[in-house]
């Protein structure tokens, strides 16, 4: 788990691995030696003892060391494919979870985990020895290596995977150290069979290791996996990396004035330099085309509490240009794998753009080792303190495995559930999108290409049969539109409880569980669905919330105020503004997530109004369908709403489609929805919204 690398040329997971080969070499000799005197710790799970206590200073080595006895007296005399003693795979093994964190009952399953399948001892040796706890985790390894991973894409795969785990993810943190050991000493092995075990790792292993948050692992097998597969990509991200540890690396000095602008605003904070994996690199090339000398690695800020990420953050914000686009929440949000951070990116005067992730110890914790940090399953004393997530409290089945196993439940047939699965196991892209609904405003993680009805099941589950429309970003569209990260949703329900999904929304669902409802409420309904909406239907209504024309003043005299970019507050909008560094007041809608989160932090808002609200300008545009006397129609509807026009600009139509650009003037700023609504009330005009 190397938070750190200050040597740019040296990424942290080669030097990871440089290391683990090392400690591999060393625990080879020392399994050489045969069995130590039992009053004392055997040389060889000295690794393993020196990292576990680095992570719990109080844990009972001597189980260990008598698993190791016990694994080591029976892996005796058997090889690896190397010509290595057996017993360096276990350790190796062992090591790599105890470096994660892991707890003594996993580490102690982890040193035993091939025992039963390829030596003499029995489960219930190892449950006389060691305790049921121990024996289940054993045993669960067992099976799971019976699973046939030669069709590694077969939904089957997964389905004997996720039996033979018994839904215990200590298992499957086993399996996946043991996959990374694999990986790591496959060079021994024929290379068609290295393309196959790679191939089954990039499949099966690595989405697994994402889904249960265990980065440190994942990055590392996604490296392995690239040198075997891509060999000729791989080299060259390999030269690029080099090239540029030739160069120098712009981010230390940036890393430098971070440390500084925290320092000035007395936020304790460590500010470290984190390159990138050779995938990433490749992934950030493939994606701008030219990499920037900042690309090769990001800035990790780490603070002590939740609090001081935003603060942290807003530090950053005010000090350097933020690049907006990038700004993303995980903190008020976490992913589906528990991930938390605040990831941004910030242009310094010189213009170098710098990514940058904000977290706490603790979210780094969990961000490195997911469900292997978690802690002891058994304890039900929430990893958290205060945390009510209750896939905290109960680790063993984190998020990801109980959806599973819920879809497992309502899935109609084995076929339906485990190609739902490969799907979700297959997506690599995550979108976050906010809620907008007045009840519930918040955040959701969504797969790439998810839609407005993924949206609607994963916020209102069953209820969300009755869903009429959404809108996005404040335009009114279609339940199948696509949405895109960062996108604000809010959901229409209609009041019939007994409103079913239309039938064309399975074709638009991309997520399990909106499918799996879908599918179950058709079959139950046949005949009952309502009438497709194949195509999307022209936006009916448009309020664009863009940056306003706006004046907002403080209740805090001379407060420079600045305009929130995330929510995008304008006239009449009921807003709030939080005071940041240097005593600016920042100005939020006040049904704005970071708004709520600000509240929810104890930051007590400021009152904020419209300077000349009852008395402004606004811009309005009418998109419409070319007609004789449109114009004449339209500014006879403003006009009855009694409010001038200063100017009008009408575009030249485009596809028998017409633009018209109103300037007003409105006496009273609360009339704009009538007279918006009144403009959209002309036949012809489809859209109606703020220049
Ligand atoms: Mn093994």
Not at 606 to 621: C, E, I, M, S
Not at 637 to 656: F, L, N
Request: charged fraction near 25%.
């Amino acid at each position: 788990m190397s938070a750190e690398a200050t040597n740019p040329d040296s990424p942290p997971e080669l030097r990871r691995r440089g290391r683990a080969r090392l400690d591999l070499r060393r625990l080879g000799r020392a399994a050489l030696l045969g069995p130590t005197a039992r009053d004392r710790l055997p040389d060889a799970i000295g690794h393993v003892a020196e990292a576990h206590r680095a992570h719990h200073p109080d844990a009972d080595l001597s189980v260990l060391r008598r698993a190791y006895v016990l694994a080591e007296s029976s892996h005796r005399g058997q090889t690896r494919k190397s010509g290595e003693p057996y017993i360096t795979h276990p350790l190796a093994v062992t090591l790599i979870l105890a470096e994660l964190g892991a707890e003594t009952t996993t580490l102690t399953a982890s040193l035993l985990h091939d025992t039963v399948e390829d030596t003499d001892v029995t489960l219930d040796q190892v449950r006389a020895g060691f305790g049921d706890e121990v024996a289940f985790i054993v045993d669960g390894v067992t099976k799971l290596e019976k699973v046939d991973y030669g069709a590694a894409a077969e939904p089957e795969t997964f389905r004997k995977m996720l039996v033979a785990t018994g839904n215990d993810v200590r298992v499957m943190s086993i399996k996946l150290a043991d996959r990374l050991h694999n990986m790591r000493t496959l060079g021994v092995m024929r290379p068609d069979k290295q393309v196959r075990i790679a191939t089954v790792t990039r499949d099966v292993l690595i989405p697994l290791a994402e889904r249960l948050g265990v980065q440190a692992l994942k990055t590392e097998l996604e490296d392995l996996v690239f040198a075997i597969l891509h060999p000729e990509e791989y080299e060259h991200t390999r030269a690029l990396i080099a090239a540029h540890a030739a160069e120098g690396d712009p981010l230390p000095a940036i890393a430098d004035s971070v440390r500084a602008v925290l320092r000035d605003a007395g936020i304790q904070a460590e500010v470290l330099i984190r390159p990138r994996h050779f995938v990433s690199v490749h992934r950030v090339a493939r994606k701008r085309g030219e990499l920037r000398g900042s690309d090769f690695g990001r800035l990790l800020v780490l603070v002590a509490e939740n609090a001081d990420c935003y603060a942290a953050l807003g530090e950053l914000h005010t000090c350097f240009t933020p690049v907006v686009s990038e700004f993303k929440d995980f903190v008020a949000a976490p992913k589906f794998n528990l991930y938390q951070s605040l990831h941004t990116a910030v242009a310094t005067p010189e213009g170098v753009i710098a990514e940058v992730i904000v977290r706490t110890r603790q979210m780094h914790r969990v961000a490195e080792a997911g469900v292997v940090a978690l802690g002891n399953p058994y304890t039900s004393a929430p990893a958290a303190p205060g945390d009510p997530d209750e896939e905290r409290v109960d680790p063993t089945r984190p998020g990801w495995l109980r959806r599973l196993l819920e879809w497992q439940q309502s899935a109609p047939d084995p076929d339906t559930f485990w190609s739902s699965l490969r799907e979700d196991l297959a997506q690599d892209r995550e979108i976050t999108v906010f809620l907008a609904d007045g009840a519930a405003p918040g955040t959701i993680s969504l797969p790439a290409g998810a839609t407005c009805i993924d949206a609607a099941y994963a916020q209102h589950g069953e209820a969300a049969h009755g869903c009429i429309g959404a809108r996005v970003n404040g335009r009114l569209t279609s339940l199948a539109s696509t949405l895109a990260d960062g996108d604000t949703v809010q959901l229409l329900l209609g009041s019939d409880p007994a409103a079913g999904p239309a039938a064309d929304w399975l074709e638009h669902a991309r997520t399990p569980a909106a499918r799996i409802a879908i599918s179950g409420w058709l079959r139950a309904h046949p005949g009952s669905t309502r009438p497709a909406q194949a195509a999307p239907r022209a936006p009916l209504t448009v309020v664009n919330l863009r940056p306003g024309s706006g004046n907002a003043v403080a209740d805090l005299p001379d407060a420079p105020v600045r305009l929130a970019g995330c929510c995008t507050p304008v006239p009449p909008d009921a807003v709030a503004g939080f005071v940041v560094r240097g005593g600016a007041v920042t100005v939020h809608r006040v049904e704005c997530a970071v708004a709520g989160q600000m509240r929810s932090l104890g930051r007590s808002p400021v009152a904020v109004h419209w300077r000349g609200a009852a008395d402004f300008r606004v811009t309005l545009v009418a998109e419409s369908f070319g007609r004789p006397h449109l114009l004449a129609d339209l500014t006879e509807a403003i006009a009855r709403m009694h409010v001038e026009v200063i100017s009008a600009t009408v575009d030249p139509p485009v596809e028998g489609r017409v633009r018209h650009t109103y300037t007003l003037h409105l006496r009273d700023a609360a009339t704009l929805p009538a007279l918006m609504r009144a403009m959209r009330d002309v036949p012809g005009v489809y859209d109606v919204g703020r220049a």
